[in-house]
């Protein structure tokens, strides 16, 4: 099977907050293997700003050692990295100051894609769009990358979207989630509308329940500070948990393209029941195994964040009436496992009697730490003895249909970056999304504040607290991954 590259124009991305965290783990990764495929044509600059005055020649040696930690076995060919980062420049900017602005000017190219990358604290986003307007650095063409999180509540969400609609069309804001991004993600979507097989049983008349899980062995320690302000509902329910929600229950659009695709989700955000507080569980880990307490892991003792949560939501619409959706995420969990379960429902008479037992079919999308999608379907267990039925998984994953191509898919942050490029929007969210998703979720957050709800313990490295479990009990079902 030949790879198709799809080629770019040339283009100046500027990543402001070149020398942070993100940048040196994904965004330049990212950036760096595309170069390695071909898909950096020649004139285009990759632009580091940053408040540090360091030389071009530091911050390539800079990046060239975070090439070497995060880019894997590609970034152990040093001729790459060197043609790479001859693609690298760097300048000092302070994006709330005056200092730097005419350096980076001097810098970028006319007529080239123009694109600045937001990877700095949200607190900068929007004097940084005020400075790029003021510095006359925008042209028609510029794009904007804007980091999670967008907002901290639907009010400080609007308060951005307008502040960034002054400077900036909505054409040109790509708010990133790299959920979005993964390759089996955006399977997911071939799946359901490449397929006849699919589409006509995506509704509640076949579909029991639907499970998104996003768990997480890692705490929070070395990010407590940001964590404390916002837990589990903002961190990944508000956006990441919210956004597979949407690709799950959204009608087809006509034509995979970003407002159709937009216009979709934003339905599906809208037709969101109020979720009532018994059918929410928070909570918090503590210490266990060797690892600390999120309470120490925060440095309060008196912490109310929620450090896991879970709960039962509802898609008011004809599609999806009597048909659950069961959410949960957390940190210090038993294992990192992402993925999304759609459970068929049983089939109307079994003629193999009850000794046969109950058998349904599943559709499990994997988004880490593999990717891949599996079907289960039942079938008769070999051998003689009667008829006795058993569950195997059709597999999908990617790996083994697909070869070489299959393992090499990109990663979430390289592809998004060259939709960027590319000018595509589909993977990315609107401002009215955005709102949308904030709108569901404040007055979940309020009523826990109103209440002074205390999340429920549980160990680090557990399946969460009892709770979540008995939860799905109480409807007479369980949940699936976390070694089940
Ligand atoms: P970081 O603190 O490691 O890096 C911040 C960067 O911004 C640094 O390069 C710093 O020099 C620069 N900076 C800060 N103020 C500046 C200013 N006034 N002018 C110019 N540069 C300035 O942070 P990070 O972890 O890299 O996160 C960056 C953004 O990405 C944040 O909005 C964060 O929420 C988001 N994000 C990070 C991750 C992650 O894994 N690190 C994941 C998702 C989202």
Redesign the pocket.
Same mark, same amino acid.
Do not use: M, W
């Given at each position: 099977m030949v790879s198709r590259i799809i080629p770019v124009e040339t283009f100046d991305l500027v990543v402001?907050?070149?020398?942070? *965290?993100?940048?040196r783990?994904?965004i330049l990764p990212a950036l760096f293997k595309r170069y390695c495929s071909g898909q950096m044509p020649e004139g285009s600059q990759v632009i580091g700003?940053?408040?540090?005055e360091l030389t071009e020649e530091q911050y390539r040696a800079s990046v060239a050692e975070a090439l070497r930690e995060f880019a894997g076995d590609a970034a152990q060919d040093v001729a790459a990295v060197s043609g790479f980062c001859d693609h690298l420049h760097y300048v000092a %900017? *302070?994006?709330?100051g005056e200092s730097g602005w005419g350096d980076l000017a001097a810098l970028l190219n006319e007529g080239s894609v123009r694109a600045f990358y937001f990877? %700095?604290?949200?607190g900068?986003y929007s004097d940084l769009a005020k400075g790029l307007k003021r510095h006359g650095l925008t042209e028609a063409n510029t794009r904007i990358v804007v980091?999670?999180?967008f907002g901290h509540d639907l009010e400080t969400a609007q308060k951005l979207n307008q502040e960034l609609a002054q400077y900036f069309d909505e054409s040109q804001i790509y708010r990133i989630d790299h959920y979005l991004g993964k390759e089996t993600v955006q399977n997911l979507m071939a799946v359901r509308f490449g397929n006849m097989l699919f589409e006509p049983l995506w509704n509640a008349q076949y579909i029991d329940h639907i499970q998104i899980t996003v768990a997480e062995s890692v705490g929070v320690a070395g990010r407590g500070e940001y964590y404390e302000r916002s837990g589990a509902m903002r961190d990944m329910v508000q956006n990441h948990l919210m956004q597979l929600l949407c690709l799950i229950a959204m009608e087809p659009p006509s034509q995979f393209e970003p407002d159709a695709v937009r216009d979709e989700k934003l339905k599906v955000i809208r037709a969101l029941d109020t979720v009532a507080p018994h059918h929410i569980v928070r909570g918090q880990y503590t210490a266990a195994d060797g690892a600390d307490s999120y309470r120490e892991d925060v440095d309060n003792p008196r912490s109310k964040t929620e450090s896991f949560i879970a709960l039962k939501c509802q898609v008011n619409n004809w599609r999806w009436a009597g048909t659950p959706f069961y959410l949960r995420t957390g940190k210090r969990l038993s294992e990192r496992d992402s993925e999304i379960t759609v459970m068929f429902k049983d089939t109307p008479h079994s003629i193999f009697g009850d000794e046969a037992g109950r058998h349904r079919n599943e559709l499990n999308i994997q988004l880490q730490p593999n990717e891949g999608i599996t079907l289960k379907v039942t079938i008769k267990e070999p051998g003689p003895g009667g008829m006795r039925l058993v569950d195997v998984p059709l597999d999908m994953s990617f790996a083994e249909a697909l070869g070489p191509k299959g393992q090499g898919a990109a990663d979430a942050y390289e592809r998004l970056i060259m939709d960027v490029i590319r000018g595509n929007q589909t993977l990315f969210m609107r401002d009215d999304e955005v709102e949308a998703a904030w709108a569901w979720t404040d007055p979940i957050i309020r009523g826990w504040e109103a209440r002074g709800d205390v999340p429920k313990p549980y160990d680090a490295f557990s399946f969460g607290p009892d709770d979540a479990a008995l939860m799905m009990r109480r409807d007479g079902r369980n949940w699936r991954g976390l070694g089940k």
């Open positions: 402001f907050g070149g020398t942070g *965290d993100l940048a783990r994904k700003a940053a408040r540090s %900017v *302070d994006a709330r990877s %700095v604290g949200p900068v980091e999670k999180p």
